[in-house]
């Protein structure tokens, strides 16, 4: 492992090089970096973000873009704003853990109720297992309105009279 300073032209930013001699993959990996790297464990610290970066992109897109999508939510301070962020943290998290703790049946039930097909192209990520979650709240949430104002939901099949 090494790295230096490096200058672009016409760029008054600072920049670092990376290398890295990967035993795993037989080759010289080269990372370019904003951080500045002063020390061994700086750029060891580096190298394992950059190895991170997979799930990192994936808890980015399932929280931002496509599962739980903050981007959606508007609000306005940045009080409302840290309350949803550390919502949609612990909701990821809860989706994350029921992926890796519950037993493997219940959360194919769980895909299978979020649209998941048996197809051997389904993915498997958190967004199928998210929809399934959130259809079983959602029946929950209707049995739970249901038992509480048994009148409106007898009133509502019934022939007038």
């Known amino acids: 492992m090494g790295w230096f300073q490096v200058c672009l032209p016409d760029s008054h930013h600072e920049l670092w090089v990376l290398g890295i001699e990967s035993d795993l993959e037989s080759r010289t990996l080269t990372l370019l970096t904003n ?20 799930r990192i992109e994936h808890g980015y897109r399932f929280g931002q873009e496509q599962g739980l999508e903050v981007e959606d939510r ?11 962020f550390a919502l949609v943290l612990v909701s990821a998290q809860f989706v994350f ?15 299978k109720l979020g649209g998941k097909l048996g197809l051997k192209t389904d993915r498997d990520g958190p967004y199928v297992l998210l929809r399934g979650l959130s259809a079983v709240w959602q029946t ?19 022939p007038e009279m």
């Open 74 to 84: 508007r609000v306005h301070t940045v009080e409302r704003m840290r309350r949803l």
């Open 35 to 54: 951080v500045p790297i002063l020390n061994e464990t700086l750029a060891q610290n580096i190298y394992n973000d950059w190895r991170l970066r997979r």
């Open 140 to 158: 929950v949430a209707t049995l739970s309105w249901t038992v509480s104002s048994p009148s409106l939901v007898t009133c509502v099949g019934a």
């Open 97 to 111: 853990y029921i992926m890796k703790r519950w037993p493997p049946m219940a959360v194919l039930w769980l895909r």
